[in-house]
């Protein structure tokens, strides 16, 4: 049995995938008798960059003395996986950090609203704010402080080698979560779903601009956006016709993961991270190229196409349990 320090910065109901992914990972620790410590931001959410990040870290520090836990998994990189790995650093217990998204590349996005892609993003120099600098720097720390380091793909792990420059000896790609299929329902409409926050990386005004276009010469289709709770989501997502998601990048979507689930033919961005393992089914578009959406938009209305679609995503079989996720956390903890 293992003493495991579990960090988040989000928890339900909290929208967003590491919210779920640390419950999930902490239920499948437990179910295997491992005794789990979960700690989120919580109410330190509110409090200023830097100011919350050391709140945070006398938190963890307090708990990790009192527990003395075996290690610590870090769900992300700059929000926990910095403060976690100071900690670490100074108990001396080893630190796993999972990285999620890219926080520095999303808040220049949101800052500048200059639409680069996540591939493009590192490979010039930007004019950085002083708070973008030291997100950078303690990102990088973080990296470097860590004693092993998880990436869901190898798109996000290959980008952030380059970037961050630290050891590739000491990470890791473990998959994100894949459900079997789930039972679904039929759709009543041609109404596409893109259920996610309002953010500027997330690309949504372009995809309603191509929808608007779209409706035109298909006055049938609808396009469905804003935010849900995990539950009413899941809902809409049963009863869909398609998913869309067009972000500027997205490492290892969970909205693409549970269509293919519930067998809902997508179309996805070209900047996913998924690509090796769902190579074959969905549709592709540059999320810069607005043409190529509309045209995979008019192509998806096709009763053909959306049921040779929807038959390639039913043969689809990969699963990954979160059971299988803890079991690969614990071999990595078993080398350090």
């Given at each position: 049995?293992?003493?495991?320090?579990?960090?988040?910065?989000?928890?339900?109901?909290?929208?967003?995938?590491?919210?779920?992914?640390?419950?999930?990972?902490?239920?499948?620790?437990?179910?295997?008798?491992?005794h789990?410590?979960?700690?989120?931001?919580?109410?330190?959410?509110?409090?200023?960059?830097?100011?919350?990040?050391?709140?945070?870290g006398?938190?963890?520090?307090?708990?990790?003395?009192?527990?003395?836990?075996?290690?610590?998994?870090?769900?992300?990189?700059?929000?926990?996986?910095?403060?976690?790995?100071?900690?670490?650093?100074?108990?001396?217990?080893?630190?796993?950090?999972?990285?999620?998204?890219?926080?520095l590349?999303?808040?220049y996005?949101?800052?500048?609203?200059?639409?680069?892609?996540?591939s493009?993003f590192?490979?010039q120099?930007?004019?950085?704010?002083?708070?973008?600098?030291?997100?950078?720097?303690?990102?990088?720390?973080?990296?470097?402080?860590?004693?092993?380091?998880?990436f869901?793909?190898?798109?996000q792990?290959?980008?952030?080698?380059?970037?961050?420059?630290?050891?590739?000896?000491?990470t890791?790609?473990?998959?994100?979560?894949?459900?079997?299929?789930?039972?679904?329902?039929?759709?009543?409409?041609?109404?596409?779903?893109?259920?996610?926050?309002?953010?500027?990386?997330?690309?949504i005004?372009?995809?309603?601009?191509?929808?608007?276009?779209?409706?035109?010469?298909?006055?049938?289709?609808?396009l469905?956006?804003?935010?849900?709770?995990?539950?009413?989501?899941?809902?809409?997502?049963?009863?869909?016709?398609?998913?869309?998601?067009?972000?500027?990048?997205?490492?290892?979507?969970?909205m693409?993961?549970?269509?293919?689930?519930?067998?809902?033919?997508?179309?996805?961005?070209?900047?996913?991270?998924?690509?090796?393992?769902?190579?074959?089914?969905?549709?592709?578009?540059?999320?810069?190229?607005?043409?190529?959406?509309?045209?995979?938009?008019?192509?998806?209305?096709?009763?053909?196409?959306?049921?040779?679609?929807?038959?390639?995503?039913?043969?689809?079989?990969?699963?990954?349990?979160?059971?299988?996720?803890?079991?690969?956390?614990?071999?990595?903890?078993?080398?350090?």
């Amino acid at each position: 049995m293992k003493k495991i320090l579990l960090t988040t910065g989000i928890l339900p109901p909290d929208i967003g995938g590491p919210a779920y992914y640390a419950i999930e990972l902490k239920k499948a620790f437990e179910y295997d008798g491992h005794h789990i410590t979960l700690h989120s931001y919580g109410w330190l959410k509110h409090l200023p960059t830097g100011i919350r990040h050391s709140a945070y870290g006398i938190k963890l520090l307090c708990s990790t003395l009192f527990s003395r836990p075996s290690f610590i998994i870090a769900l992300d990189t700059f929000s926990v996986g910095f403060p976690s790995a100071i900690v670490g650093r100074l108990v001396g217990i080893p630190v796993i950090i999972r990285t999620g998204g890219d926080f520095l590349w999303e808040f220049y996005v949101e800052r500048t609203k200059e639409k680069i892609v996540l591939s493009d993003f590192y490979l010039q120099p930007r004019n950085f704010t002083l708070k973008e600098k030291l997100i950078f720097k303690y990102t990088q720390r973080a990296f470097h402080y860590a004693s092993h380091v998880v990436f869901s793909t190898t798109y996000q792990r290959d980008i952030f080698l380059s970037a961050y420059e630290f050891d590739k000896e000491k990470t890791t790609i473990i998959e994100n979560h894949y459900n079997p299929h789930e039972t679904s329902e039929g759709h009543t409409k041609k109404n596409f779903i893109c259920f996610t926050r309002p953010l500027v990386w997330k690309n949504i005004e372009t995809l309603k601009l191509a929808f608007e276009k779209t409706k035109g010469s298909s006055p049938d289709i609808s396009l469905e956006t804003g935010m849900l709770s995990r539950s009413e989501y899941l809902e809409k997502l049963k009863k869909c016709y398609a998913v869309v998601l067009v972000s500027l990048g997205d490492i290892s979507p969970n909205m693409i993961l549970e269509a293919i689930a519930y067998g809902k033919p997508f179309i996805l961005t070209t900047e996913n991270g998924i690509e090796n393992r769902i190579t074959g089914i969905g549709l592709r578009v540059h999320p810069q190229d607005e043409k190529a959406l509309h045209d995979a938009i008019i192509h998806l209305q096709d009763p053909v196409v959306y049921a040779k679609e929807k038959e390639k995503i039913m043969q689809f079989s990969f699963s990954h349990s979160y059971d299988e996720i803890a079991e690969e956390f614990l071999d990595i903890a078993k080398t350090l």
